[in-house]
């Protein structure tokens, strides 16, 4: 798989080695969730593996995005390189998505 879990305390920190299109994408939407309950309020991901991410990758990041914000807490994206950032800025998720 194209990622590692991390939790210290109430925090996840997810890093991701693979570009996030298709198949990585559905990865994400099956196994990562689960791991995100009450108990997390910050999600981390470590964006620094990732050149390209599709349709399928953004949703998965909004997704994840809205289920750790219903919970009270937030979503934190690092390390964003500039191509991923371009699209981000495209499709406006940079007004929404905290890029550190």
């Not at 937030?74 to 007004?95: A, F, S």
Request: glycine share 8%.
């Amino acid at each position: 798989m194209g990622y590692s879990i991390r939790v210290e305390g109430n925090t996840m920190w997810l890093t991701l080695s693979n570009n996030i299109a298709l198949q990585e994408a559905r990865n994400l939407r099956e196994t990562i969730p689960p791991f995100i309950n009450e108990n997390i309020n910050e999600l981390h991901i470590d964006m620094s593996g990732v050149d390209f991410i599709d349709s399928g990758g953004l949703g998965t990041l909004v997704k994840l995005f809205k289920q750790i914000q219903q919970q009270g807490g937030k979503m934190v994206m690092t390390n964003v390189k500039d191509t991923v950032k371009e699209i981000l800025k495209v499709t406006k998720l940079t007004d929404v998505f905290e890029i550190r």
